[in-house]
């Protein structure tokens, strides 16, 4: 006879204890164990004895990895150029995907666009919602277009029926909509809990391995921005994207946070349009729109996301303050990382900022944290301060140190490459990078060892 116990999982690392803690003995996180009703007995086991124990123990044999035969590896594009770089290179037969995100960032948009694609090159794909209803899907649907005769839809959340359904229609792709709405009818506790949302990732993780099929889960995210459920659903997938952005502005960051089968640094860039998502192919260009001509505290940058380069703009306004403590402000990049070079500038320079409010903020809602942009966030607190305005033309990278030095960057020549394309004219940057840039027709190169060295440049 079944017998119902309680058990308390660790939603960081999917530890199990019999009773609470307040810190997992695991992880060492405080706070994460939750209780979970769980079933045992005959009726909890009943489904995994489909076969003998000797059975799977003689089919299980080791083999040399000498032995092992590869085969060249396909993947299939999406349609969307920077969703296939962020894959690294399109999607893997077989792989585990997990989108997550804030609701109503395009998570569902644009994996319904690339379902479209997909059955416009003849693909069969199976999209499967536990959230909305077949006429809400086909209503968000005719916005972004025709799909082809190979688009198959299904409501459901039972695993049972789902895992049926796919053996049944033997699809190329699914989608699932989202993670958290999924059950397992052996798991007792509720739809979205850690038991379930960890039983369904592990049933679609062994249908993507056993069948070669690709599958994408929509993940829902709490209020501090990571997947909802145990931290294991990231661990147990194969790629984790997260959408980025303000879901009222127009455009939207994807970034790869995990990826056995590509680079992590990559981004893509999409605009949210009446139709869908459209890919920014030139986000450079796209962050520089509507940059201010003649105003103090504004000076362009470039950071590098992977391989490639993206010119941002850097403000900064330096005013005095009436507080007994100064306020200190930054969007776009780390606080605290201002509050250093802050420090260095009153240090290395004798600019006295102690006694002013200063905010910071990378224009275009995107956020940078590569230290290359060090150098162009002190050049625009200068300019504020000093009310002076940097030519528009002008571009400033590189790492700067708490001696006040300027180190170098990592692929200073595409960054160089990438700034001569956009027209500008002189750039400041470390003087130790010099010798692998070379000289560069039709741009001027300022080198700077130091702070002091580089306002000679303003």
Known sequence: MAKKSTIFFCQNCGYESAKWLGQCPACKEWNTLVEETVVTGKAGKSSKKTESLAARIHEAQPVK???????????????????????????????????????????????LQVCKNLTEKGKKVLYISGEESLQQIKLRASRIGSFGEEMLLLCETS????????????????????????????????????SQVREATSVFMQIAKRMGISIFIVGHVTKEGVVAGPRVLEHMVDTVLYFEGDRHAAYRILRGVKNRFGSTNEIGVFEMCQSGLKEVKNPSEYM?????????????????????????????????????????????????RVGLLMAVIEKRIGMHLSTCDAYVNIAGGIRMNEPAIDLAIVLALISSYKDIAIDEKTLAFGEVGLSGEIRAVSMAQQRVAEARKLGFETIILPAVSMPSIGKVEGIRLLPAANLREALKYL
């Not at 059950?183 to 809990?193: H, I, L």
Request: proline letters at 5%.
């Open 288 to 336: 520089l729109s509507g940059k201010p001509q003649g105003a103090s505290g504004s000076i362009v940058s470039c950071s590098m996301e992977g391989t490639r380069p993206i010119l941002v703009e850097v403000q900064a306004l330096v005013c005095r303050s009436n507080l007994a403590m100064p306020r200190r402000t930054a969007a776009g990049t780390d606080y605290n």
């Open 65 to 111: 990895l000498s032995g092992i035969k590869t085969e060249s590896e396909i993947r299939t594009a999406t349609g969307f150029e920077e969703l296939d770089r962020v894959l690294g290179g399109g999607i893997v037969a077989g792989s585990l995907v997990l989108v997550g995100g804030d609701p109503g960032i395009g998570k569902s948009t644009i994996l």
């Open 159 to 194: 695993l049972e029926t789902i895992q049926g359904v796919i053996e049944r229609v033997q699809p190329e792709i699914v989608v699932i909509d989202s993670i958290q709405t999924m059950y397992q009818e052996d798991v007792s506790s509720a739809p979205g809990s850690v």
